[in-house]
């Protein structure tokens, strides 16, 4: 079969399971993520084995060791999709919740029924845990979805996708409520993002190749889950432990992610103090400082110190490299962040409450935090169970995306034979 009718045909079961799959009720929902879990849990030596064929195939392309890190399905990973499949079962069922009802002059009556959004198009990075992650939110909120997983992941992705079909089945639900894309060739991904007759919502996670091809090409709407320029601010009025702290791990956690910090901000007023006892931490991970010359200065000596260029305030790393940025104060500090940020997370350090309340409400990002890491914008952490991936996009869902963000409302009325005059 050619790649468009491989597609056509995933997209003509895909729309059939989404019809089952939005009347579905709660206890087959939830008894299908139960069986996941634990199928999951019983196939771990599988899913690694799976995992290492990907593992060997891309160390032998070269892959660097933060994307390395990102496709490895550990026993700590495969625990944690378990526990993910869990949360989602306890979380209550948003589908045909009725809200709003009011009743109007004419005598009927007028409210919102929350209802799935349809077949759902996904297309995402070299990430496993993200094929249960997508999938559980999806079935829980009476979806149906195409996973289309970066290519270095494909043996890991179809090994998953064997133990959620069989986790639908054993729940009596339809198996292609959940299929992924068994082609690594990205002619299937032209092909889903312009079947709007089959898929109603393409959500992409990616960099800007990807979405640059799809703001041209796509037909089918989309909510964006772009990169991750996040910035920490560090304000004068910080605590010093927790600005240490904070801008450790938002930078040293995990350098592949997307919520990871890629430029700190300094106030001038604390720079001297809190920036050696940052870059001390820092070299002990090898980390590259790329400063403006305030920050420079302060740290001349420092082992892996290069000048900030212009493009380093609009770069994504990914990788143990910070843009480090003197600012004079809390407006300079926005200023910068709502120029650069990808409107992704960003975080204040302060102990000042007005100035918190500042940044929270003028920066314009997803995510918006006070004292705490970046690496928080996480469905998981923020008690969604999981989550489709981050919106940077303003429309219809900002930041984690979970279950509510895989609906919509529709309107319905109740009459009593009413006709309009
Ligand atoms: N906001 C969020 O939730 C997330 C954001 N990201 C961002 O993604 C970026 C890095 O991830 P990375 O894996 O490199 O992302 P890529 O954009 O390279 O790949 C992501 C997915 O898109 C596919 N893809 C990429 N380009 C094209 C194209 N031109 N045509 C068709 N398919 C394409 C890839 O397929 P293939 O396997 O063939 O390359 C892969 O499945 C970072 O900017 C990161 O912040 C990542 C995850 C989540
Ligand atoms: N959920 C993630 C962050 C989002 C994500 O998937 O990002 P990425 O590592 O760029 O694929 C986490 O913090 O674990």
Redesign the pocket.
């Known amino acids: 079969m050619d790649i468009k009718h491989y597609m056509n045909d995933l997209g003509i079961r895909a729309r059939a399971a989404s019809r089952a799959m939005a009347k579905a009720d709660t206890a087959a929902k939830n008894k299908a993520l139960s069986l996941i879990a634990v199928a999951i849990k019983r196939e771990a030596a599988a899913l690694r084995a799976a995992n290492e064929l990907d593992l060997a195939a891309a160390k032998a392309a070269g892959m660097e060791a933060a994307?390395l890190d990102?496709l490895t399905l550990s026993d700590k990973a495969i625990a944690t999709m378990a526990e993910g499949l869990e949360q989602i079962v306890s979380l209550a069922d948003p589908i045909g919740e009725i809200s709003n009802m009011k009743y109007r002059p004419t005598g009927i009556q007028v409210g919102q029924m929350r209802v799935p959004l349809g077949v759902i198009g996904i297309?995402?990075?070299?990430?496993p845990n993200?094929t249960v992650d997508a999938a559980g939110l999806c079935i829980k909120s009476g979806n149906a979805t195409i996973l289309?997983?970066?290519?270095?992941a494909i043996h890991c992705n179809q090994a998953l996708a064997k133990l959620v079909k069989e986790g639908l089945a054993g729940a009596g639900l339809p198996a292609d409520a959940v299929q992924i894309v068994e082609t690594?060739d990205?002619a299937a991904?032209?092909e889903l993002i312009t079947m709007p007759q089959y898929v109603d919502v393409i959500v992409?996670?990616?960099?800007?190749?990807?979405?640059?091809?799809?703001m041209q090409e796509a037909t089918v709407p989309m909510i964006k889950?772009?990169?991750?320029i996040c910035h920490v601010y560090i304000d004068d009025k910080a605590d010093l432990k927790k600005a240490v702290d904070v801008a450790f791990n938002a930078k040293c956690h995990r350098y592949g992610?997307?919520n990871t910090m890629e430029t700190l901000l300094v106030a001038q007023g604390i720079a001297a103090q809190v920036l050696p006892a940052l870059a001390d931490l820092y070299a002990g991970k090898q980390v590259e400082l790329r400063c403006d010359d305030a920050a420079a200065a302060i740290l001349a000596g420092y082992p892996h110190l290069a000048k900030a260029t212009q493009e380093d305030w609009s770069t994504?790393y990914?990788a143990p490299v910070l843009a480090v940025k003197v600012v004079a104060d809390l407006d300079e500090a926005i200023t910068h962040i709502n120029d650069y940020s990808s409107k992704?997370t960003e975080s204040i350090i302060t102990e000042d409450y007005s100035r918190a309340l500042r940044f929270l409400r003028e920066v314009d990002s997803a995510s918006v935090m006070v004292n705490a890491s970046t690496r928080f914008a996480d469905g998981f952490e923020y008690g969604l169970g999981a989550?489709i991936?981050?919106?940077?996009d303003k429309l219809h869902a900002r930041g984690p995306v979970g279950l509510e963000g895989l609906t919509s409302m529709k309107y319905v009325v109740f009459g009593h034979g009413e006709v309009r005059q």
Request: charged letters at 30%.
């Open positions: 994307m990102r297309i995402y990075e070299a990430r993200v289309r997983g970066g290519s270095e690594t990205r991904v032209g992409p996670r990616g960099g800007k190749g990807l979405i640059a091809r799809l889950h772009l990169d991750g992610t997307c994504e990914l992704h989550e991936g981050i919106s940077n």
